[in-house]
């Protein structure tokens, strides 16, 4: 597998971001039926392109949240209590929001190998990340908006399902055309039979 270049992955990030963020709208609002099976499908084939341990983008910007669960694990792994690894490392943003990390990247991401120095015990929602067939994709699909210019495999994922399914949804026929009040003239022409 090739080694992620990060820098060039944000450049064309970027330059996509618009016309993947279009499809991901028309996807939310007209999921195609089969777009679970279509996830898992291409899922796979993005974990055949992508290693994780060339990138380590989602731990050098991004922070998990850590619920009591995590907390509990991870300081258990660390020999150390909740309260200490809370105190050492999390913050909450606001009252009553989870803890994410004060730091980035994250305090637990070896730098020089990329790999997570708490792996065995680290917080579910690195376990899961980056969610592209987890769950029912029309329901995450928001978040996949949000993580494609920090992520590669997600960029694939929507790269992928973008290609799969050029030309969805048919365009309706135009069948014929109607004068608005008096006649006034419209860029966008009114759809008959709708
Ligand atoms: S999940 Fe995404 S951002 Fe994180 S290491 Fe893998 S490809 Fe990179
Ligand atoms: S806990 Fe591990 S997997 Fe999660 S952000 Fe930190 S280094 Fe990455």
């Not at 270049?5 to 990030?13: G, N, P």
């Not at 993947?20 to 392109?49: G, S, Y």
């Not at 730091?103 to 929602?125: G, H, K, M, V």
């Not at 969805?168 to 022409?189: D, E, F, N, Q």
Request: proline residues 6%; hydrophobic residues 35%.
């Amino acid at each position: 597998m090739e080694k992620i270049d990060l820098k060039a992955f944000a450049i064309k990030a970027e330059e996509k971001k618009k016309g993947f963020r279009r499809f991901v709208t028309k996807i939310e609002n007209q999921p195609p039926k089969n777009l679970n099976e279509l996830a898992i499908e291409t899922d796979k084939q993005v974990w055949q392109e992508i290693d994780c341990t060339t990138c380590a983008n989602c731990c050098k910007t991004m922070t998990p949240t850590f619920t009591p669960k995590d907390i509990k694990r991870a300081a258990t792994f660390l020999h150390m209590t909740p309260a200490t690894f809370k105190a050492k490392w999390l913050i909450k943003e606001k009252k009553d929001t989870d803890w994410v990390n004060r730091l980035q990247p994250c305090q637990f991401l070896d730098l020089s190998t990329n790999l997570c120095t708490i792996y065995e015990a680290r917080p579910d929602d690195c376990a899961g990340f980056p969610h592209l067939a987890k769950l029912k994709v029309k329901d995450y699909i928001h978040i996949h908006r949000q993580n494609m210019t920090y992520c590669p495999a997600t960029y694939r994922f929507i790269e992928l399902l973008k290609e799969k399914l050029q030309g969805y949804p048919a365009k309706k026929k135009l069948t014929g055309l109607k004068v608005v009040g008096k006649g006034t003239k419209r860029k966008t022409p009114v759809r008959l039979g709708q």
